[in-house]
């Protein structure tokens, strides 16, 4: 696989969520040899991502998505229960600026779509559809390049996203 150092694992755990107390800590990170933990809090929103490290980074992985040129194509968004949705290079690009993002992985043509990105995204699609939540605990399991379509699937409080061989990308439960 792409990211064989993974070893089948998630690559890596958000979890979100509103209402919390103004008392909280500002951040606090917590490391762990392949693992790390990087909590914050503000303006009554709490976040809490939990990253774990590959055994190999992008560039020394045969057939990874830094040494092979994909081709470009666009899907629109379905608005309906399941849908499709893909991010282009350029949307990755504007999101790792605002945010200054500057791991490789997310950069170039065939960039890998940063989780909070797609974490975003779900987010706008849930306020705009008006489905309540008030917190998200979102896992990533496979990467997402840039133009990849996912299969975006709804089942009551449980989000997914599939590719077209029908691996699970990532799941997110709401609350």
Known sequence: TVFSGYDGYEIAQVELERGIEENLSVCEEKRRGRYATLMLAKNGKEMAMKLIYPKENVRQIPGSPMEEPRQMQ???IQSEGAGKQSWSADDIQNFTKAVGDTNSIHQGEQAIV?????????????EEKEIPWKKIKMRFYKPVAAVQPVQIIRQ??????????????WKMWLS
Do not use: D, H, N
Not at 156 to 169: D, L, N, P, W
């Open 74 to 76: 666009t899907t629109e």
């Open 156 to 169: 009551e409080e449980e989000v997914s996203a599939r590719t077209k061989e029908e691996q699970i990308c």
């Open 114 to 126: 940063p989780g909070l990105l797609m974490m975003e995204t779900m987010i706008f699609e849930l």
